[in-house]
């Protein structure tokens, strides 16, 4: 819970930090982070239900997290409200209490004998409800199918969100293969990585999944390891995952760790309009000579405007086609010469 609070106010924070000129950057960044907070309360709910010593529902069909929550709420307050008594108490016997000579010092208590670890036999007062656990394998998380296209369904946390562009490119790449078979790939901003997993089902010869955030980095090489085992398709073996920072990567100087790949694929990346020319030498730090470039989006997102132009004005970038999804989603193809 305080993994995705703190994540959320990131989010709420960043349009103050970096100074966005326009309230509706701002907005979607209340959203991001709102999306962030829910996804953190239903893991937590997910947790809380799961413990056997959580208290059952008033209708007695399962265990409640909401009443272990309102439960501890309670026993917090009712806490408070006995340091306040004793406070007042203290107060009145103070106020009241006749002058006498002073007391002989106490005895001091002997020693408490050394504290035990509670044994897993202990009840309910003796459990630690936020006690550090191990995370859970692979096998022990909760994953969705998501169809691609083809034979093989992929496998995505539940936890995650599959944005529209990531699954359209997905199902575009699916249907043609021959895009992808034998080329070094990469995906920026991967998050749930479903374009790098397909580029590899599609014959990539390697594939690098991106993301600034580190949680997604971890999450991409989850879903990658996962998707080997379930499927046991090799070619899910040549994805990897690896953190991104697109301030860094336009910088002057920079060494990339991997690549130039020839092809190069941007879904749901247009955010931030401050964002755009980082964006941009992003791809030019990473995309070979004659790669390919594929830029997904959705009309109206803060930043796309920008970005299309930063790369139509590059001398080196050829716009080649604009594939139409729907009313509202779009890709564009771009190649380096």
């Known amino acids: 819970l305080n993994s995705g609070l703190s994540r959320a106010r990131v989010e709420l924070c960043r349009g103050r930090l970096t100074g966005w000129p326009g309230p509706d950057e701002r907005a979607d960044a209340r959203e991001v982070g709102i999306h962030h907070i829910f996804t953190y309360l239903h893991m937590v709910a997910n947790l809380l239900s799961s413990s056997k010593h959580a208290p059952r529902c008033e209708c007695g069909c399962g265990p409640s997290g909401l009443s272990l929550l309102e439960a501890a709420a309670e026993r917090q307050q009712r806490r408070r409200m006995a340091r306040s008594r004793t406070g007042r108490n203290n107060m009145v016997d103070a106020t009241l209490a006749v002058p006498s000579a002073p007391a002989p010092a106490p005895t001091p208590p002997p020693s408490p004998p050394p504290a035990r670890a509670p044994s897993p036999q202990e009840d309910s007062e003796g459990f630690d409800l936020f006690a550090e656990e191990a995370p859970p394998s692979l096998s022990e998380r909760d994953w969705k199918p998501v169809d691609v296209g ?98 860094e990567a336009s910088a002057p100087g920079y060494a990339p760790s991997f690549g130039p790949v020839e092809l190069l694929i941007a879904a749901d990346c247009n955010y931030y309009t401050k964002a755009s020319p980082w964006l941009v030498g992003t791809v030019l730090a990473h995309l070979a000579d004659g790669g390919t470039l594929l830029l997904a989006s959705r009309d109206g997102r803060a930043g796309l405007d920008s970005c299309l132009a930063l790369l139509r004005s590059h001398p080196s970038l050829v716009e080649v086609s604009h594939h139409t999804f729907s009313d509202q989603d779009h890709m564009w193809t771009f190649e380096r010469r």
């Open 150 to 247: 083809g034979s093989v369904a992929l496998l995505v946390e539940q936890q995650l969100a599959v944005w529209d562009s990531a699954l359209l490119v997905s199902r575009w790449l699916a249907e043609r293969p021959e895009l992808v078979r034998g080329r070094h790939v990469a995906e920026l901003g991967a998050g749930a990585a479903l374009p790098s997993l397909t580029a590899a089902l599609c014959g990539a010869a390697s594939v690098v999944a991106t993301d600034y955030d580190q949680f997604s980095v971890d999450a991409a090489a989850r879903a990658a390891q996962h998707n080997l085992a379930a499927t046991g398709c090799d070619a899910l073996g040549r994805v990897r995952a690896a953190r991104l920072d697109w301030k």
